[in-house]
């Protein structure tokens, strides 16, 4: 995963930010913090399944 992958699930998930926070912390628009967010969870979902 891409370091920006990780600091939105991690802005998400473990700091339990809203996308509107994520948005202004990471300096994007809330809708691409929507769209990285899923994107990152597919992509994680990815890895762990090849564990």
């Given at each position: ?19 509107q ?22 992509r ?8």
């Amino acid at each position: 995963m891409s370091e920006m992958d990780r600091e939105v699930v991690a802005l998400r998930h473990f700091e339990e930010l809203t996308n509107q926070e994520v948005a202004m912390e990471l300096g994007i628009t809330p809708k691409a913090a929507s769209i990285r967010y899923v994107r990152a969870l597919e992509r994680l979902r990815s890895v762990l399944e090849k564990i």
